[in-house]
């Protein structure tokens, strides 16, 4: 099955550096589990193998099949085909960039704010929706996530300034 | 036997509860929101609601949470009949029959097909578990840790031989599965390992952190990426389409028979339903009278990978249940809520639990009945979720998503950690590296490594411990069969092929 089959029209990254980058990648955490399993011993110790034996082993198949991998990666792809279309990135990172500052943003904004404040963005940015409907969405579902978990399921979420700012 | 009976109406009862009954009817509608909506599916839906049973009784808890299962399995037919949008994996093959007849006027038929044979699927797949999982579950209470190591093996074996992606792919998703499941504190010897000294991992990686990465925000960004525009057919369903149906639908019982029998064997080996629902259309237009009409629009060409899947998905509770090995990324999830709620997976669970086990053998039973009845009833509904624009639910997910990774642990951490796996879903999903086995292997690491030590450590470090009795070594050859089938395959129609040449 090609995956590559949907990115239609469009210049892009090519399939097979993504493809190497990925296996490249899984051998530096292989060889991370090996160096640290070698760290606390792969050998025979008093209570039978020590805590390092299987995870070693495991790196060493990691190994293995990355290397069959990268010369599948390099032999079926012959580098004209795309990953995906520079567009169609465009739009998978309007996802991860905000996502990202949300995900650090938790923390010190607190869930409530920091979702809401996702929302608005993503609404208004890929959406262009209109600020009423924004706001009513971006305020509407924090507050009945609060009342979900805090109130109903007793499940506390982090909060922020806002939440310390209204006493809740 | 007769007191397995005896059990199950005791399990009915336990489920009859009003508010056992409530956790049903909500599970089943959140099951097929959850199934409808990009990027929500069963395995990470469930992961991210575990947190809100957390103070359930297990019982209660095992309900709505199987519950949502099955209205994920529903609600994938939803999609793929109106939108030619496959809600999940599963449901593919549904499309390449379902859409067309949508396309054509048919959407009820369609659905009712669909609805009906989903619904036979689970219940051939509910009797099977009712009358085998004691049996295995009894037989396996003998296992020492050779045995229990050798059906690891088979089960992961079988994904490398029997999943659609390249085999060294697969072993190497799999591989990194275990080894994240490694991270952490040594359960034999106490050890802190592969931590590298970051606090944040001394507990290692959780695995619903990694469900709801890589199912979750992995599946955002490939909807994303595809483009936002769904378009779909109205839904009609009246009494009078589902009466007709229904009316038609006996004709295909040999198709509906076959595809419950695939769908319980792919089901209780891990390689789970989506195969079970390819194989199921595949041999149904081989076999049928108008199997050249595959793909315009044959009612037959629902009946038969809808069957089959919901066979497949209701079956991989069977060796979760009795053996503690869960055959699906899904009932891995629900394996994950077993030990949260403290109880232990595994035959025990037939001894020591027999509340809850048969509590939820009674469960699937009701459940696959109310799901019929809601998805019947309320199927215009659900297609409007879908006509609310991604750029409003696509947000709102990523919430929900984040919400239930945070709730695991509580633990803002779990949250950057969800992020990272998301986009290593998205890049694996692209690149062909299969994430199920992945997911298994991270739940199942700890407890496949136990068991291969204390096995070595009986046979003072001698591999031949595995191969010592006759019941062992045969788990064994069966797993190295699972793991070279695609080989044997070759090898086998090579030799034949110049015999009938």
């Not at chain 2, 007769?2 to 059990?7: K, S």
């Not at chain 2, 095992?62 to 109106?82: D, E, K, P, R």
Request: net charge neutral; with cysteine.
């Amino acid at each position: 099955m090609s995956e590559s089959s949907h990115s239609s029209g469009g210049a892009g990254p090519s399939h097979r550096s993504v493809e190497i980058g990925v296996a490249l990648f899984m051998t530096l955490l292989a060889a991370v589990g090996i160096a640290g399993s070698l760290k606390v011993g792969i050998g025979w110790g008093a209570e039978g193998p020590k805590a390092g034996f299987f995870p070693f082993y495991i790196s060493v198949i990691v190994l293995i099949s990355c290397a069959v991998n990268l010369v599948q990666a390099v032999r079926e792809f012959t580098g004209r085909e795309v990953f995906a279309s520079w567009g169609q990135l465009r739009q998978v990172f309007s996802v991860v960039i905000p996502t990202t500052v949300y995900v650090f943003a938790v923390p010190s904004l607190g869930m409530y704010m920091s979702s809401g404040l996702l929302i608005a963005v993503f609404m208004k940015w890929i959406g262009r929706y209109s600020w009423l409907i924004v706001a009513a969405i971006a305020i509407g579902v924090p507050i009945i996530t609060y009342v979900m978990f805090e109130r109903w399921f007793l499940v506390p979420l982090p909060k922020g300034p806002l939440e310390d700012w209204l006493g809740l | 036997m007769i007191e397995d009976i005896g059990n199950l109406f005791h399990g009915f009862s336990v489920v009859l509860q009003p508010y056992n009954i409530m956790l049903m009817v909500l599970g089943i509608t959140l099951g097929v929101i959850i199934g409808v909506l990009p990027g929500l599916g069963g395995a990470n839906g469930i992961a991210i609601l575990l947190p809100l049973t957390f103070s359930m009784s297990p019982t209660s808890a095992i309900i709505m949470l199987s519950c949502i299962y099955w209205g994920a399995l529903f609600g994938g037919a939803i999609t793929s009949v109106l939108f030619n949008i496959p809600g999940e994996p599963w449901s593919v093959a549904t499309t390449f029959d379902g859409y067309p007849m949508a396309q054509q006027g048919k959407a009820g038929e369609a659905l009712t097909a669909a609805f009906t044979s989903s619904f036979v699927g689970a219940l051939f797949a509910v009797i099977m578990i009712t009358l085998l999982a004691p049996l295995v579950a009894s037989f396996a209470l003998e296992f020492g840790p050779p045995e229990i190591f050798s059906v690891y093996f088979l089960a992961f074996c079988s994904f490398v031989g029997l999943s659609k992606e390249p085999p060294f792919k697969t072993i190497a998703a799999m591989m990194i599965g275990f080894a994240l499941g490694a991270v952490g504190l040594d359960q034999m010897t106490g050890q802190l390992r592969l931590t590298f000294g970051f606090p944040h991992l001394l507990s290692g990686f959780d695995f619903l952190i990694a469900v709801i990465g890589l199912f979750g925000i992995g599946e955002i960004l490939l909807t994303m990426e595809e483009g936002l525009n769904f378009r779909g057919n109205s839904a009609k369903i009246n009494p009078r389409v589902v009466w007709q149906t229904w009316k038609e639908l006996p004709r295909y019982w040999a198709t509906s028979l076959r595809s419950c029998l695939i769908g319980c064997w792919m089901g209780i080996s891990p390689a789970g339903a989506t195969p079970a629902s390819f194989m199921s259309y595949g041999i149904a237009k081989r076999v049928a009278k108008n199997g050249k009409n595959f793909g315009k629009g044959e009612i037959e060409g629902v009946v038969a990978p809808e069957t089959a899947a919901h066979a497949a998905g209701t079956a991989a509770l069977l060796p979760m249940l009795s053996l503690g090995v869960p055959g699906s990324p899904t009932a891995a999830v629900l394996l994950g809520g077993l030990l949260i709620w403290g109880l232990q997976p595994g035959p025990l669970l037939f001894v020591e639990q027999k509340d809850f086990v048969w509590g939820l053998i009674a469960s699937m039973y009701l459940g696959n009945v109310v799901g019929l009845i809601i998805v019947l009833t309320c199927v215009p509904l659900f297609a409007a979720i879908l006509r609310v624009p991604f750029s409003i639910i696509g947000p709102i997910i990523l919430v929900m998503c984040a919400i239930g990774a945070y709730t695991v642990h509580n633990n803002t951490f779990d949250v950057v950690m969800m992020l990272v796996f998301g986009v290593a879903g998205y890049l694996l999903k692209k690149t062909n590296y299969p994430l199920a086995p992945m997911v298994l292997a991270i739940v199942l690491g700890d407890k496949a490594e136990e068991a291969f030590r204390q096995s070595l450590l009986a046979s003072q470090g001698s591999l031949g411990v595995f191969f010592s009795t006759k019941l062992v070594s045969t788990i064994m050859v069966l797993g190295l069969i699972a793991l070279f089938w695609p080989m044997i395959q070759e090898g086998w129609s090579r030799i034949r092929r110049p015999a009938t040449a």
